[in-house]
């Protein structure tokens, strides 16, 4: 896995052996800046989930940021795999249903915190964390401009009607998805979501 081999990577430079499991540390800062936050997250909250001292997790990750886009990463390739792998869906409503139903797993899971860390992250950062936003913001946008021409992909396989927007329809899936995520961080059960995405699925556009 990608998320391995640069940690394994950055141990190897350091020379001496860790006392601590990057990988495993790693994945607890992961649940720690998921249920918290990047800024309700603090050093001590982290070295402390994690097991090691600050200049441990200095030497092993960088500072706060860096360890944030770290665990962002290990997110992206662990939590959000179903978003990819929904692009190979034969149908436009195939997408959607892969990208719906995967998000309403990840987002009630018993194995994690609910909700989206992305959304969560993205909008409560404030003037000082603009950077983790800006990368929160950046990251969507790559996985929506590839949305974006598989949908177009779907009108030339005559699968969308024409006066569809791929762009537009592509926001549109992304404003039920983050709506899921603040829903399901502030206590919606999977009941209520799994109905959402019903709901969505019934008005999808069809040709």
Same mark, same amino acid.
């Given at each position: 896995? *990608?998320?391995?081999?640069?940690?394994? %990577?950055?141990?190897?430079?350091?020379?001496?052996?860790?006392?601590?499991?990057?990988?495993?540390?790693?994945?607890?800062?992961?649940?720690?800046?998921?249920?918290?936050?990047?800024?309700?997250?603090?050093?001590?909250?982290?070295?402390?989930?994690?097991?090691?001292?600050?200049?441990?997790?200095?030497?092993?990750?960088?500072?706060?940021?860096?360890?944030?886009?770290?665990?962002?990463?290990?997110?992206?390739?662990? *939590?959000?795999?179903?978003?990819?792998?929904?692009?190979?869906?034969?149908?436009?409503?195939?997408?959607?249903?892969?990208?719906?139903?995967?998000?309403?797993?990840?987002?009630?899971?018993?194995?994690?915190?609910?909700?989206?860390?992305?959304?969560?992250?993205?909008?409560?950062?404030?003037?000082?964390?603009?950077?983790? *936003?800006?990368?929160?913001?950046?990251?969507?946008?790559?996985?929506?401009?590839?949305?974006?021409?598989?949908?177009?992909?779907?009108?030339?396989?005559?699968?969308?009607?024409?006066?569809?927007?791929?762009?537009?329809?592509?926001?549109?899936?992304?404003?039920?998805?983050?709506?899921?995520?603040?829903?399901?961080?502030?206590?919606? %059960?999977?009941?209520?979501?799994?109905?959402?995405?019903?709901?969505?699925?019934?008005?999808?556009?069809?040709?």
């Amino acid at each position: 896995m *990608k998320i391995n081999a640069l940690l394994a %990577s950055t141990a190897a430079r350091r020379g001496r052996p860790r006392e601590f499991c990057t990988v495993e540390a790693l994945s607890t800062a992961l649940g720690v800046f998921w249920t918290k936050g990047y800024e309700g997250a603090s050093l001590a909250d982290l070295t402390a989930a994690m097991g090691i001292t600050k200049p441990s997790l200095y030497a092993a990750f960088g500072n706060k940021e860096a360890l944030f886009h770290k665990a962002l990463d290990l997110y992206e390739a662990e *939590k959000l795999a179903y978003t990819r792998e929904a692009l190979a869906a034969p149908t436009a409503r195939g997408v959607a249903d892969h990208i719906l139903r995967g998000a309403l797993d990840a987002q009630t899971s018993s194995q994690g915190p609910t909700g989206c860390l992305g959304v969560m992250s993205a909008i409560t950062c404030g003037p000082e964390a603009d950077s983790i *936003k800006a990368d929160v913001i950046q990251r969507r946008k790559s996985s929506q401009a590839a949305l974006v021409e598989r949908f177009r992909q779907a009108q030339r396989d005559g699968d969308l009607p024409d006066q569809i927007d791929p762009e537009g329809l592509t926001q549109y899936l992304y404003a039920i998805l983050q709506g899921m995520a603040v829903q399901a961080g502030s206590g919606a %059960s999977r009941a209520d979501l799994a109905r959402v995405v019903e709901t969505s699925l019934t008005v999808w556009p069809t040709s």
